[in-house]
Structures are given as structure tokens and as C-alpha cells.
């Protein structure tokens, strides 16, 4: 069975800064999802990357796979207030398999 | 938009009672998901259905019962209502086989008294 491990679990940051959320899997997964949960609100799928050295960005967040380190990251620049939520990210076999989460906290 | 529809956000049931929880998709998926979320322990994965009248365990199956009479509803069903079963539940439907884009619906937190 998948394993998924993220780090940090809660994260604080100002505003400007950026920071790196990890995402560690166990076993060959077919792809790795990143997912974003607001307070109260449903899951919404932010990147899915399909192969080794996949790079997706949408505005100040940037995410990354290698998979033979069986890691991905999530990389925010330049933070800001709107991007505070939960981040989760998601491997692939027979279902998927979701990390505990990243509870993510910008301050002004 | 693929829409995801869980018709009780807020439940507050007694201990003992049968709960329904229900879900709808619009986009003809066939993969349907009924997940559990709690604090640190991220999601769960109760019972999922790939297809009409067909039903796989997840990974927490234990109390939890599923029926899925039609393509576009999974409904899960607690038998008998437990304390240890106050949670938030989300609805999920997919596009056929595995690994495609799960898609949510809003959730249903349910309280257990």
C-alpha cells in the first residue's frame, strides 16, 4: 500500500516569503496530485504530475516530481493572505492515497 | 464544471440511529468515492463504486454500508450511529479506471450524540 508523508503539517508564514511543502511516498505511484481545501470547503485538484521531472505553476505556487526520490514539492513565492488553506498531496495505484495534509497560515 | 452534490452539509444524529448520507454527480462518472476526513489523519477512504451496483471496501469499511441503484448517486449508510463516527464525509466521482482527477463535493459534517 501507497504511504504518503508530507512535512511540515502546519505552516506559518508572512506575507513575501516563500517556503516548500514535501510530499514523500513510499512506492511507485502513477501520478501525484496536489490538492487545495479552504476552511469549511471542499477539495479542489490544483496539479497532477505525470512523470519524472514534471514542473507545473499556477500564479505563486510551483510543483515538482521526482520519482526516484518519490518526492514532490510544493513551492510558494512570494506568499500571500489568499493562499492560506490546506494543501494535500495525493499518490495513484489502485485508488488514491492522500498525506495527512499542510495547514498553511500567511500572515500580513 | 463537474458539480458534486451532498445533499446534508450539517447532521446531528443520535447514537443508534440510521444515517443516510447522499451524493449526486453530473458528469456521468463512473468511479464514485465516499471518503471520511479527521484532524491528522487526513482522508480515508470508506467504500468506493466503479460502476452501478458494484462496490469495493476502502480502507475503513467497518460500520459503514454503500448502495449505488443509479450512475449518478452513491449513498453511504450507517447502520447504527456511533460517537467515533462524528466526522466530516466527502462525497468524490472520477472518470473511469484509476488515477484520473477526483472531484469533491462540499462535505457533510456529521455529529454523533
Known amino acids: 500500500e501507497l504511504k504518503v508523508e508530507q512535512n511540515p503539517l502546519f505552516l506559518s508564514m508572512q506575507e513575501g516569503k516563500n517556503y516548500t511543502i514535501y510530499c514523500n511516498y513510499s512506492?511507485?505511484?502513477?501520478?501525484l496530485y496536489w490538492y487545495r481545501q479552504d476552511p469549511g470547503k471542499s477539495l479542489e485538484s490544483l496539479f497532477v504530475?505525470?512523470?519524472?521531472?514534471a514542473v507545473k505553476q499556477e500564479g505563486r505556487l510551483m510543483a515538482s516530481l521526482d520519482t526516484k526520490a518519490r518526492l514532490s514539492t510544493l513551492h510558494i513565492t512570494a506568499a500571500v493572505h489568499d493562499l492560506s488553506a490546506t494543501y494535500f498531496c495525493?499518490?495513484?495505484?489502485?485508488?488514491?492515497?492522500f498525506g495527512t495534509g499542510t495547514s498553511l497560515t500567511v500572515i500580513p | 464544471d463537474v458539480k458534486v452534490t451532498q445533499s446534508s452539509r450539517y447532521l446531528v444524529k443520535r447514537t443508534g440511529e440510521k444515517v443516510f448520507l447522499e451524493c449526486v454527480q453530473d458528469?456521468?462518472?463512473?468511479?464514485m468515492f465516499w471518503y471520511r476526513q479527521d484532524p491528522g489523519l487526513g482522508l480515508r477512504l470508506i467504500y468506493f463504486?466503479?460502476?452501478?451496483?458494484?462496490?469495493e471496501k476502502g480502507d475503513i469499511p467497518e460500520g459503514y454500508s454503500v448502495s449505488r441503484e443509479k450512475k449518478e448517486r452513491f449513498s453511504l449508510i450507517l447502520e447504527s450511529a456511533s460517537t467515533n463516527q462524528t466526522s466530516m464525509y466527502l462525497c468524490?466521482?472520477?472518470?473511469?479506471?484509476?488515477?484520473?482527477?477526483?472531484?469533491f463535493g462540499e462535505g457533510s459534517w456529521l455529529t454523533v450524540v
Open positions: 468524490a466521482s472520477s472518470l473511469g479506471g484509476t488515477g484520473n482527477t477526483i472531484y
Open positions: 504530475l505525470l512523470s519524472n521531472g
Open positions: 458528469m456521468d462518472h463512473e468511479n
Open positions: 495525493a499518490g495513484t495505484g489502485n485508488q488514491f492515497y
Open positions: 463504486s466503479y460502476d452501478v451496483k458494484m462496490k
Open positions: 512506492t511507485t505511484s502513477d501520478r
